[in-house]
């Protein structure tokens, strides 16, 4: 086996402890897993792939065809005992012919920036915006401003508040809402709310909805717009509706892309934000505690997916 | 790195637990790399353990040269709760190396 860690003069005691465990514990999965799996271990001989590799040598087709492979596979729930599609072989060869050249992209896009983020994050006042605009869209690599087109929110950073579900179109309810059963166990406990966000229904009927409609419910904010020092005409009211901005949780460097359906809360609340059920999963909030950076993203050609930043 | 890792691995804790041990940015690096190939064997094991023979080799396949599409629709049509499954395993994982580095941390302090 490859031994990664090579005695080095210059390496950590640390170092040393750590990855000489870590090469044990995989010894000892592997061996595990030959012993279980021999059928897989056959198919890899066969494939001239060493045992340790047979899931590291993934294709390149598959970071060309997965945004979020959770995402992929939370897109409908198992029927479980149906017969393999027949399309299978044939999507088999589609897929293999893949061109290669947008991988290196969509791999460096998928980068976990959450390390890069909490370190500079750390190194400076979190309301000093000038700033953390100047570190967040160096990291991101997207504009981020605190005022766009003149416009801007009472505050950046302050407490985010846990909100339900939006209903995004009339009639939409806990049993139309999730677009599969997993999704649902997740997150119905968060319940939905009355009615629509302060803009109205994403979508005027059910059949009316599309997928970009579905992730800005999933990934919708909510911000105090009525005390921007803007709010008042009616222009300002419709720049807000579907502004995308980015979320920072300063504890763990966590990084989600949102849009504003709603607004809120009360100022009695103390808090100066509102998110989605799947923002405060993404961004672990129940977890770090609720304070949150929240800026202005300056994307109007809407590049940059909603969710997770990077992951 | 495979459609497991990459969609059901995070290393968000790991990476975070990494930070209080004194090791330079390449030392972490090779040593998430070994914590990545510790998941792929976890999680490839976990999908194994739950199909039929007669996919084990489709899935294989596609696993190691096909579609990531083509693997998610293997492991939903044929693995109940598949996402539960994958992430519930993952999350041990990432426990274990957590409690590892903290260990570490306690002897040597």
Known sequence: ?311 | MSILVEGFFKKDKIILELETLSIHQNEKDKILKVVDEIAELKLLDAVLEKLEAKDKELFLDQLHGGSAQIVAQILREKIENIEELLLMRAQVLEEEIIEDIRVLKEDSG
């Open chain 1, 1 to 311: 086996m490859l031994n990664l860690f090579k005695k080095d003069k210059k390496n950590s005691k640390h170092f040393q402890t750590l990855s000489e465990q870590l090469e044990k514990r995989k010894s000892i999965v592997l061996e595990e897993f030959k012993g279980k799996h021999k059928e897989a271990i056959s198919w890899a001989k066969k494939k001239g792939i060493k045992p340790s590799e047979i899931a590291q040598k993934g294709a390149k087709g598959l970071a060309v065809t997965v945004a979020t492979s959770a995402m992929v596979l939370s897109a409908g729930v198992a029927p479980s005992g149906q017969l393999p599609s027949k399309e299978l072989e044939v999507k088999k060869e589609i897929n293999r012919q893949v061109a290669g050249s947008d991988v290196e992209v969509l791999i460096k896009a998928r980068k976990d920036v959450s390390p890069q983020v909490k370190k500079a994050l750390s190194r400076v006042n979190l309301y000093d915006e000038k700033k953390i605009e100047k570190q967040l869209s160096k990291i991101l690599k997207v504009p981020v401003k605190a005022q766009l087109d003149g416009i801007r929110l009472n505050a950046t950073y302050g407490i985010m508040g846990y909100e339900s579900h939006l209903a995004r179109f009339p009639g939409d309810n806990l049993s139309t809402h999730f677009q599969s059963e997993v999704e649902y166990k997740r997150f119905a406990k968060a319940s939905m709310a009355g009615g629509p966000g302060a803009w109205g229904y994403i979508a005027p009927s059910q059949k009316d909805l599309t997928s970009k409609d579905i992730e800005k419910e999933k990934y919708y904010l909510v911000a105090q717009t009525f005390l921007s020092p803007n709010w008042g005409t009616s222009q300002a009211k419709d720049w807000f509706r579907h502004r995308k901005m980015v979320v920072v949780n300063p504890q763990n460097g966590r990084v989600a892309i949102g849009v504003l359906e709603d607004a809120g809360p009360e100022k009695s609340t103390g808090r100066a934000f509102g998110g989605s059920p799947e923002i405060f999963e993404e961004l672990d909030l129940f977890n770090s505690g609720p304070r949150v950076l929240m800026y202005f993203v300056d994307d109007p050609k809407d590049n940059i997916s909603l969710g997770r930043y990077g992951i």
